[in-house]
T-cell receptor, first 109, second 113 residues
Framework: TQLLEQSPQFLSIQEGENLTVYCNSSSVFSSLQWYRQEPGEGPVLLVTVVTGGEVKKLKRLTFQFGDARKDSSLHITAAQPGDTGLYLCAGEGTYKYIFGTGTRLKVLA | SAVISQKPSRDICQRGTSLTIQCQVDSQVTMMFWYRQQPGQSLTLIATANQGSEATYESGFVIDKFPISRPNLTFSTLTVSNMSPEDSSIYLC??????????FGQGTRLTVV
C-alpha cells in the first residue's frame, strides 16, 4: 500500500518566519504534487515535481523532490497570513491519487 | 483543465435520512472520485466512479451506504444513506486528468443531527 506521511501535522507560526513541510513515503513515485486547500474550497495544485532531485520555486515557496523519488519538501520563506491553509502532497497510485496526511498551517499576523 | 460544479454546498439532515450529492464536470472524463474530509484533515477516498460500470469502493466503504451513479462522462452522484451523526463531514468530488493534476468541486458540508 502506498502511503504519504506528512510532517508536521500542524504548524502555527508568526508572519515572517520560515518553515518546511515534509512528505515521505517508502514507495517510489513517478511524480509528486503539492496542493493547498483553503476553508470551503477544494484543493488547488501548487506544483508538480517529476525528476529526482528537482527543485522548483513558486515565489516564496520552494519545492524539492528527493533523489530517490520517495519524498518531497515544501519550504516557505517569510510566511504571510495568506499562506494559511491545509497543504497536501499527492502522488499517482494505481488508477487513483494518493494524498498525504496533510499539514495544517496557520500564519499569525 | 476541468471545472467541477458540486451541489449542494452544505446541508443539515436528520439522522436516518439520505442525501444525494451531485457533481457536474465541464468536460468528459473517464474516472471521477468521491472523497470524505474532516475539517482540517486530509482526504479519504470513498470510491471511484467509472462510466458504464459499478463504482470501485475503498476499504471501509460499501455500496449500500454510499451508492454512486455515473450515467455519463460528465456527471456523477453520491448518496449518503441512512445517515448518522458520524457521517457529518465534507464530501468532495474530483476528477483526475492523468499526467496533469486533480481537480475538485468546492465540497458539500454535511451535518447530521
Amino acid at each position: 500500500t502506498q502511503l504519504l506521511e506528512q510532517s508536521p501535522q500542524f504548524l502555527s507560526i508568526q508572519e515572517g518566519e520560515n518553515l518546511t513541510v515534509y512528505c515521505n513515503s517508502s514507495s517510489v513515485f513517478s511524480s509528486l504534487q503539492w496542493y493547498r486547500q483553503e476553508p470551503g474550497e477544494g484543493p488547488v495544485l501548487l506544483v508538480t515535481v517529476v525528476t529526482g532531485g528537482e527543485v522548483k520555486k513558486l515565489k516564496r515557496l520552494t519545492f524539492q523532490f528527493g533523489d530517490a523519488r520517495k519524498d518531497s519538501s515544501l519550504h516557505i520563506t517569510a510566511a504571510q497570513p495568506g499562506d494559511t491553509g491545509l497543504y497536501l502532497c499527492a502522488g499517482e497510485g494505481t488508477y487513483k491519487y494518493i494524498f498525504g496526511t496533510g499539514t495544517r498551517l496557520k500564519v499569525l499576523a | 483543465s476541468a471545472v467541477i460544479s458540486q451541489k449542494p454546498s452544505r446541508d443539515i439532515c436528520q439522522r436516518g435520512t439520505s442525501l444525494t450529492i451531485q457533481c457536474q464536470v465541464d468536460s468528459q472524463v473517464t474516472m471521477m472520485f468521491w472523497y470524505r474530509q474532516q475539517p482540517g484533515q486530509s482526504l479519504t477516498l470513498i470510491a471511484t466512479a467509472n462510466q458504464g460500470s459499478e463504482a470501485t469502493y475503498e476499504s471501509g466503504f460499501v455500496i449500500d451506504k454510499f451508492p454512486i451513479s455515473r450515467p455519463n462522462l460528465t456527471f456523477s452522484t453520491l448518496t449518503v444513506s441512512n445517515m448518522s451523526p458520524e457521517d457529518s463531514s465534507i464530501y468532495l468530488c474530483s476528477v483526475w486528468l492523468p499526467n496533469t493534476e486533480a481537480f475538485f468541486g468546492q465540497g458539500t458540508r454535511l451535518t447530521v443531527v
